[in-house]
Structure formats: C-alpha cells, structure tokens
C-alpha cells in the first residue's frame, strides 16, 4: 500500500474518534444526545429517542469500541487494518439505511454518507493493487509464450 492509503486510514481513524468520542460515557453521550437532538429539531430531521440506560449503554459500547479502533488505527495504521474497518463500515451503513427505513432520524443520512464513502477510500487501493499484480501475471505468462 502506499502512504496516501495509510494516510486514507488515519483520515478515517480520526474521523471516528472525533465522531464516536461523545458517545464513550453516559456523560459525554447525555450532552451528544442533546446536541443531535437540537441539531435534529432545527434542520426538521427528527429527534433521537429518549436517552433511557439501554440506549446509554449501547451508545456507550459503540462509542467506547470504535474510539479504541480508531486510535489502533492512528497508532498502527496497517493495510489489513483499513480492510477490516472497510467491512466495519459497510455493515454500520447497513444497519443505518435498515434504521432510516424503520424512521430514524434524518441526521443518520449524514453519518450513512461517510462511512461507504471512507469504506470505498480504503479498499480503492487494495483492488488497484490486485488488479496491477493480476495484469503482471497475465504480462509475465504471454512473454513467456514467446
């Protein structure tokens, strides 16, 4: 892989830090909720549902699990790393387009438009690698023929 695609890791690393950090604790998270529930009501997108413990909790999970991704990735950013979070991110816009169907708030469109976007970014690389080394393969066997 090259710098920029590790750079393009990092990129997505910080993105979820900074994204995920307010749902880590039951504080951050009151003051988030808070937030995207103004957010919400000013843009006419919907608010989010009653900050209730399950709902603490599960954010907090979230929140505390993606920020350790994210400085994993910022810390170590390996190739195989932006593999795993590309499929991360492919499953975390499934289960927001599946919550949007089901009348989710609207600011998830927001959320839904980045994480295929970085998804695509890191694995752009790892086909066009693949794609090379299949094309040297193919050079390689017709010269032999010769």
């Known amino acids: 892989m090259t710098p920029g695609s590790l ?47 399950v709902l603490t909790l599960f954010a907090n999970l979230m929140g505390s699990l993606v920020v350790v991704w994210a400085l994993l990735r910022l810390r ?16 975390f816009a499934c289960w927001q387009a599946w919550a949007l169907a089901h009348g989710a708030t609207g600011l998830l469109w927001g959320f839904l438009a980045v994480e295929p976007a970085f998804g695509a970014a890191q694995l752009w690389p790892l086909v066009a690698d693949r794609t090379a080394a299949a094309r040297d393969r193919r050079n390689c ?6």
């Open 141 to 146: 066997r017709w010269r032999g023929a010769e």
């Open 76 to 91: 170590r950013p390996l190739p195989v790393h932006g593999r795993y979070d590309s499929a991360a991110r492919l499953l």
């Open 7 to 53: 750079r393009t890791i990092r990129a997505g690393a910080w993105y979820d830090l900074v994204v995920t950090a307010p749902f880590a604790t039951p504080w951050t998270f009151a003051l988030a909720h808070r937030a995207l529930s103004a957010a919400g009501r000013t843009l006419g997108a919907g608010e989010l549902p009653p900050p209730e413990p």
